[in-house]
């Protein structure tokens, strides 16, 4: 089995049982690792219908991680739009722990669909933007110098919809392009500090925000959220959609030993929808 014994693991937008972040956090506890679960912690402003992770669900999952699996967690706050909360939390991990060594910049969401780019609305398009893309930057440069000295994994949630243009939802394909783009960047700036940054990039994981995504596009397109998902599935070779488990799993192995040859991909995860050379 895969060990991540002792290592110290921040996950972004971790905070919601449902969510990709959750499974991350939690397959790394159960490999051994020590956890910061890291979200918003309040719902204000924010889509309700995807919803958030709040303080509440988040210390309630540091506490059940730490007595399930006899590891150490921390809950905190975390807008990765504002840098003064992401220096904060990084303050609070290094207080508590000294050091990172896996980080997955995992927070993402999407404002402002659907909408073409001729209409999509100025501050959504830049809050989409600002959340997937100059979070994964600002939470990366606060995080790096707790990994100088002894190196780690970088593991940032991308998207197949950073490869693939879909339709009326620009600004969140645009940032991850952005995300793959910076991956690479950030591969090559921080091998020399034994850092390996990849990215996954999921197709289509049941989650809130794919459950919120069928939803939107059955009323766009005058249908229903199963047809959506049945069409959705004869789009995918594998014929299903993914969960976050399946997710989870690959950034284990990104975080782990079992991937020390590997720095600078973007790794697809979506049962086949997406096959490149
Ligand atoms: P989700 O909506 O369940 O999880 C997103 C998490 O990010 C939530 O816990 C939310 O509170 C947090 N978050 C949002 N804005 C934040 C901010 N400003 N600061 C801190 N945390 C914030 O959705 P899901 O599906 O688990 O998404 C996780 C990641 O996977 C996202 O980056 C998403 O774009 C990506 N993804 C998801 C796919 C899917 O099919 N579900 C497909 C491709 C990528």
């Known amino acids: 089995m895969t060990t991540l014994t002792d290592k110290i693991a921040l996950v972004t937008g971790a905070g919601k049982k449902t969510g990709i972040g959750y499974a991350m956090a939690r397959k790394f506890a159960g490999h051994g690792a020590h956890v910061v679960i890291a979200d918003l912690g309040t719902t204000d402003n924010f889509n309700a219908d995807v919803g958030t992770g709040t303080s509440e669900e988040m210390e309630m999952i540091a506490g059940e991680l730490a007595s399930e699996f006899k590891v150490r967690t921390l809950a905190v706050n975390l807008d990765v739009t504002d840098s003064g909360l992401v220096q904060e939390m990084a303050g609070a991990v290094k207080e508590k722990f000294g050091r990172v060594d896996i980080l997955c910049n995992n927070a993402g969401a999407t404002f402002g669909v659907p909408n073409g780019v001729h209409t999509y609305d100025e501050e959504a398009w830049t809050r989409t933007v600002d959340v997937n893309l100059h979070g994964v930057f600002r939470v990366s440069k606060a995080i790096v110098p707790l990994m100088q ?13 950073g490869k693939v243009p879909p339709l009326f939802n620009g600004a969140y394909a645009v940032s991850k392009a952005g995300v793959i783009m910076l991956t690479k ?6 091998s020399g500090l034994k850092i390996r940054v990849n990215a996954i990039c999921p197709g289509q994981i049941m989650t809130d925000l794919e459950r919120w995504r069928f939803g939107l596009e059955a009323q766009f397109l005058n249908t229903t959220v199963e047809e959506q998902e049945r069409k959705m599935c004869e789009t995918i070779p594998l014929g299903r959609i993914g969960s976050p488990d399946e997710v989870a799993d690959m950034a284990v192995f990104l975080a782990s030993g079992a991937s020390s040859y590997v720095t600078g991909q973007a790794l697809n995860i979506c049962g086949g929808q997406l096959m490149e050379l």
């Open 149 to 161: 000295e002894k190196g780690g994994a970088i593991i940032n949630t991308a998207s197949r919809a």
């Open 185 to 190: 960047v950030m591969a090559r700036e921080l």
